[in-house]
Every structure is written in structure tokens, then in C-alpha cells.
């Protein structure tokens, strides 16, 4: 393994940081650091129940509201690039979080299932959380709870290499009034209200919060259009420039409870800055406008029947991809030798809806046994699409694809022949069945199998098995075994006059069986150790192929495989009741099939090190130092290979530093690092997608 002496002694630096005093203050706020096991111990994700993290029938973390406020984090990627095996990167346009769990990744990350309360936030046109999803705020998130490896047994699509659910605060988690602004670099700005408590009868929890940033000031040193600069002997490149990463957002959310029902509401505006350009061309003004509303309605009832506990759920998420103006350039002005002096305009929009029914029930009238079975139905329709172009693809018989003017700025719904795609729906039945079974004494077999029906294309059924056995006071023992399925997106489906990628009605979902060996052991009271072993295979993987006719362009075809194994060793250690230091190493080795060369694009080492220390009465210090390794580029890139490299975050926080007023200031990326994720063959970007250079935030929170 080689890991570099520089960020060894960063490590180092940041252990002695969070060593360096003796004093041992006595905790005074429910909410200060609990240095014990126990704040973390409940997980809901892997079973549909609640049970002791460490004997959980599968490999699962969770990252509590403390555990939150102890990193000082502001969104969901930050949280996510604390978990062992996950890793977060970024696409071109617009700077879309990839959430890449052990390897396993592609463009649109639809690999990875994430849901917010239980329900699933996925779109159909592209497989993803959408063109502008632009993270997820967490002053109103309670837990994150996330599961590595397949979990279609539980959860059905796409809960393929990873599952993420994020709960939000019901009323007694936000319990009262808060208030909070934050302001920073890259002109960060964000201002939030919270409230949780009793509204007569009901218990209710409020949330808004709205916000701007720059995120960042990346330079691209080239682009596609220098590319095409090249060619055509002109200089219309926008290329060195600024990334367009700027971002507005608000997001507003409300939770009621009343006896045994329960509704929550959500809604998100995103207006995202197109980053690199939809080309990867850059493009200063482009901007993509995205809304989305959802909302579910549950009831839970203990004992509906002797020996049997009641659960049905509505849901639904519509999230509508605006037509942007004044539209996206693909090409800046004067590309293609002159031929579009108002550059390459293109301008898509669609909107979709997600509708969901499911009952669940659990049986516990067998000794020894714990028996949930449930059925379901989801629609998913995309209802309406909408595109203005200044442009056609065409295909020349013999040459290839060719981009030809039109006569101004066209709209594509008057004539289908220019529409990228018509709406589309399918629906979806389901039915589950889970046994947790305590075969013996130490000893629980949890097997489960999930049937889906899609109505485009048939059916797929996904077991799990998972054996715990609690082999010692202090050492838990588990074998795993899952399949998963991918449903192709919309887009892979039934894209059309675009002879570049083609869709295809009758690909069929990817597939991915995982086997997974892990150990939960606490050789001290104060410290815990977690390591997971991994093998996958996964095969029929949708990618756009070349069609026989290699001047047609592409199809989306099944015709790859990959195949990939690792490790995960995490460690904890309560080093007194004021300090807790933690950290990860997570290895990994992915191949493509087809070429036996490295998949490319995910790390496969990462090492992730932190320290929480209360240094005195309502001080609290973090320091996270993460190290990310190895990334080897597609197979068929032949750029130099991708540069590693190792951040520094620092957060301090002060608790009722101003009456009842919290101050936390959060510096990232504190040693300046040109750290940079790597963009996608065929290399467009061939200096890759820069992150954030050094970042410094001031909060201000009050809570009444």
C-alpha cells in the first residue's frame, strides 16, 4: 500500500492536535460529545426494524445529529465521505455528487439507492436524484443510516452497490425553536428556521431553509471546444476559465403526527450552475432549474392483530426539470468554425412523477421467529418532455453523425423529429418476505427474497441470506450473501434523434451478487473494531455500445461485466470522557471484464482519520484528515494517471458563546490543496474536475 510520508505525518498532526492538553472538562449540554457506544447503537435500514448496530444482518453505518454537529458538516456529501468503503466524486455538469460505494460507479450514479424517510428520491429519466439535486442540508436531519452492498431484497430498483436513507427530525428530535446563519467563502450563504412541537392535538416539526453559494472558483485549463479549437483553426473556447459552479437552493419540510398516523411533506428548489458545461464545453451562464415536492402519508399499528404489527404507506415525488433560460450553450459562440455564432443552444426540460402504495406486516407468533411480509405498487411517469435547440443531429450514410444548423431557435415539440424523448410511464408490483430466525442460541439466520414486476421489462427476483452469530462476549461474527438489480433509466430506454447514444427498449436490468465476511469486535470497553470483507460479481451492465454500422453512433446495450473484491477496517476508541478518536482504511480492487483492466474512477485506498475533543466547558474541537489514493482511469484513457491527495478539515465550535447563541467557525480544506476528481473518458477535461481550494465558514445558531 503506498501511502504517502506526507499524509502520514498529517495524520500524525492531527492526532497530537487532538492530544495536545490534559483537560478533562465535565459535559454540561445534553448535546455535547457522548463519548460511548451507545449514541449510535439502533439501525432500521438493513431489516425494517430496529436493531443493535453491531448484530445487524448486514454491514451498516449511522451517522447521528451528534455525530453531525461533532464533524461541524453543513451537507449530506461531507457525511458521506466519513463512511468506510464509500467515497464521494463529482460529475462534469452540474458538479452532481457520485456516491461511489466499493468501487462501483458510473455517469449518473444510479447505482445507489437513496432514500429520505423511506421513500425513494429517484428519477426515472435518468436513474439518479436528478439533473440538479445539489445535496441535501442536515440541520433538520436526525440520522443518516447507510447499508454497503445490495439491498433489492429489502428495497427493490437500484438499491444496488449501496443504500442511503436520510430520517428527518420529527418534533421531539427538534424540540423548540432554532434559528441559524451561516456565511463563508465562495459567498456561501445560508439562513434556516426550525421548529418542533405540539400544534393542539398534533405533533409537529417545521423546517425552511434558503440559501447561495459560488462553492467554489475551479480553473479549467481546457476543454471539448479546444479540442474542436484545434480542428478548426478557431479560438471560441472559453477555456482557461472559471467552472459555473454557483447554486441557489431552498428547501422547506414539514412532519405532523397524530396517534398512529404520521405525513410529511417536502419540497426543493435548485437553480445549479451548469459547472463544465453539458458538452463538457464551458459555459458561464447556464444554468439548470429544478423543483421537486413529496410527500408521504404512513400508519403504524402495534398489535393490528394478535401476533401482528401494521404498516401501509402513500407516497409520492414529483420533481420537474425546468426548461432553463436563456438555455444551455453546448458550444460557446462561433464553434464549429463559425458555422453557430450564437453558439450551440439547447435547451431540455421534462417533468416526472413517482406514486407509490405499500403494507407491510410482521408476524412474531412463531417462537423464535420474526416474519415480515409486505406487497406493493409504484407508478413512475414521465409526463411531460420539452426542448428548444438551434441544432439537429443527423446521420450521414458512410460518414457518421453530423450537427447541422436550424433556422433559429426551434421548439422541439412541433416537430417530433427534433424531441429528444416522448413521455413514457411503467409501473411497478412487488411482493417480500423476510424471516429473522434465531436458529440457536448466539446464533440468527435472517433470509429474505424480494419479486419485482416491471411492466417494460418483466420481472426480477433478489434473495438475501445473512448468518450473525455472537461468537463472544466482545466478538460478532457475520456471513452475508445478496443480489441486487439496476432498472434501466428512461433515458438508456428511450432516448431518440441522437445518434451519439441511442436508447433501447429491450435492455434488461443490471444484476450484482455480493458475498461479504465481517467482524464486529471490542477488545476494550473503549474501543471498537469493524472489518468487512467483500467479493462481487456483477454482469449485464448497460453501457452506450458502438451498433455494427460504427458510423450510427451508439446503442445502450447489457454487454458489460466487472467483478471487484475489498476490505473495510474501522476503528473507535474512547480515549477519555472528552475525546474520541476514529478513523477508516477502505481497500478495493474493481476490474472490467472486457479489457482485465481496472475499472477506473474509484479510489482503492482511502484512509479517513478524526478527532472529537471537548477541550473545556462547551468547547468542542474536530479535525478530519482524508486521504483518497490510487485512482486508475477508464480502461481506453490513456491520460497520466490521476494525482492522489490528502485534506485537512478543522471545526470549532463554542456553545452559548452569546447568551443562548452557538458559534461554530469550520475550515476546510485547511492546507490548500489542488485536490481534483477525475473527469470521464474520453477525456474532454484532461486536467480533471478541481474541488474546492481552502473554504472558512462562520455559523451562528440559537436554540429556544
Known amino acids: 500500500m503506498n501511502v504517502q510520508a506526507g499524509s502520514l505525518t498529517l495524520i500524525a498532526a492531527a492526532l497530537l492536535l487532538a492530544f495536545g492538553s490534559s483537560a478533562h472538562a465535565q459535559s454540561t449540554e445534553e448535546d455535547e460529545l457522548a463519548l460511548s457506544y451507545g449514541d449510535t447503537a439502533l439501525v432500521s435500514i438493513a431489516t425494517g426494524s430496529e436493531q443493535p448496530l453491531a448484530r445487524v444482518p448486514a454491514v451498516a453505518s449511522v451517522i447521528t445529529a451528534r455525530d453531525i454537529a461533532a464533524m461541524g458538516a453543513t451537507d449530506l456529501d461531507q457525511v458521506l465521505e466519513s463512511v468506510p468503503g464509500v467515497h464521494v466524486s463529482v460529475w462534469s455538469a452540474p458538479l452532481n455528487p457520485l456516491y461511489q460505494f466499493r468501487g462501483i460507479v458510473n455517469a449518473y450514479n444510479s447505482q445507489v439507492l437513496v432514500l429520505v424517510n423511506g421513500v425513494p428520491i429517484t428519477s426515472a429519466f435518468l436513474g439518479n436524484r436528478g439533473q ?12 443518516i443510516e447507510i447499508i454497503r452492498g445490495p439491498g433489492s431484497a429489502l428495497y427493490g430498483a437500484d438499491a444496488f452497490s449501496g443504500v442511503i436513507n436520510v430520517i428527518t427530525k420529527n418534533a421531539s428530535a427538534a424540540a423548540g425553536v432554532e434559528v441559524g446563519v451561516r456565511a463563508g467563502s465562495f459567498r456561501n450563504r445560508d439562513a434556516w ?26 480553473l479549467i485549463e481546457r476543454d471539448v471546444q479546444s479540442i474542436l479549437d484545434g480542428l478548426f483553426g478557431s479560438n471560441a473556447s472559453r477555456a482557461p476559465g472559471r467552472m459555473n459552479a454557483r447554486r441557489e437552493a431552498v428547501d422547506a419540510r414539514a412532519d405532523f403526527s397524530y396517534g398512529n398516523w404520521r405525513l410529511r411533506l417536502g419540497a426543493q428548489d435548485r437553480k445549479s450552475g451548469i459547472a463544465l458545461g453539458l458538452a463538457d464545453a464551458l459555459d458561464p451562464e447556464g444554468v439548470v432549474p429544478e423543483t421537486r ?5 404512513s400508519y403504524n399499528q402495534e398489535n393490528w392483530l394478535p401476533n401482528w404489527d401494521l404498516s401501509a404507506s402513500a407516497s409520492m415525488h414529483d420533481m420537474r426539470n425546468r426548461v432553463a433560460s436563456p438555455g444551455y450553450k453546448l458550444f460557446p459562440d462561433g464553434a464549429f468554425g463559425g458555422a453557430y455564432p450564437n453558439g450551440v443552444i439547447g435547451n431540455p426540460g421534462h417533468s416526472e412523477r413517482s406514486t407509490a402504495l405499500s403494507v407491510t406486516g410482521v408476524y412474531t407468533g412463531l417462537a423464535a421467529h420474526r416474519v415480515r411480509v409486505g406487497t406493493g405498487y409504484h ?3 414521465m409526463y411531460a418532455t420539452a426542448e428548444f435547440k438551434n441544432f439537429n443531429f443527423v446521420v450521414i450514410p458512410g460518414v457518421g453523425p453530423a450537427l447541422l444548423p436550424l433556422p433559429g431557435l426551434v421548439d422541439a415539440r412541433t416537430d417530433p423529429t427534433l424531441l429528444f424523448m416522448v413521455p413514457h410511464k411503467r409501473n411497478v408490483k412487488y411482493l417480500f418476505a423476510q424471516d429473522e430466525w434465531k436458529v440457536a442460541k448466539d446464533w440468527t439466520l435472517t433470509a429474505g427474497v424480494r419479486y419485482d414486476r416491471y411492466s417494460d421489462f418483466g420481472g426480477t427476483t433478489n434473495p438475501r441470506l445473512a448468518l450473525v452469530w455472537d461468537a463472544s462476549y466482545n466478538l460478532i461474527i457475520k456471513a452475508l450473501h445478496g443480489r441486487a438489480f439496476r432498472a434501466p433509466n428512461f433515458t438508456e430506454q428511450h432516448t431518440r434523434n441522437n445518434p451519439v447514444n441511442v436508447g433501447n427498449p429491450n435492455i434488461q436490468p443490471e444484476t450484482m451478487a455480493m458475498n461479504e465476511l465481517a467482524f464486529v469486535w471490542q477488545p476494550l470497553p473503549a474501543v471498537q473494531t469493524n472489518l468487512s470483507m467483500f467479493r462481487y460479481q456483477m454482469e449485464r451492465i448497460i453501457i452506450a455500445a458502438p451498433n455494427a454500422d460504427p458510423s450510427t453512433g451508439k446503442t445502450f446495450q447489457n454487454t458489460g461485466g466487472q467483478h471487484g473484491h475489498g476490505f473495510e477496517l474501522e476503528a473507535r476508541w474512547d480515549a477519555s470522557r472528552d475525546l474520541r478518536l476514529s478513523g477508516h482504511l477502505s481497500v478495493q480492487n474493481s476490474t472490467d471484464e472486457a479489457s482485465g483492466q481496472d475499472a477506473g474512477l474509484a479510489p482503492q485506498q482511502r484512509l479517513f482519520g478524526r478527532a472529537d475533543w471537548q477541550f473545556a466547558s462547551q468547547w468542542q474541537l474536530g479535525a478530519i484528515v482524508n486521504h483518497v489514493a490510487d485512482r486508475a482511469r477508464q480502461p481506453g484513457d490513456a491520460r497520466p494517471k490521476i494525482a492522489d ?15 443562548n447563541w452557538d458559534l461554530r467557525a469550520t475550515v476546510l480544506n485547511a492546507l490548500d490543496r489542488d485536490a481534483r476528481e477525475p473527469s470521464f473518458a474520453p477525456g474532454n477535461i484532461p486536467f480533471d474536475i478541481p474541488l474546492p481550494r481552502r473554504a472558512i465558514n462562520i455559523e451562528l445558531s440559537y436554540k429556544m
Open 132 to 143: 440538479a439535486w445539489g445535496g441535501m442540508p442536515l440541520e433538520n436531519v436526525a440520522r
Open 193 to 218: 428556521v426550525q421548529y418542533g412541537g405540539a400544534i393542539g392535538p398534533v405533533q409537529a416539526a417545521l423546517y425552511l431553509r434558503a440559501g447561495s453559494t459560488d462553492r467554489q472558483e475551479g
Open 293 to 297: 415536492v413529496y410527500g408521504d402519508l
Open 379 to 381: 407508478l413512475e411517469d
Open 645 to 659: 491527495y490528502t485534506t485537512l478539515d478543522f471545526s470549532l465550535r463554542r456553545q452559548k458563546a452569546f447568551g
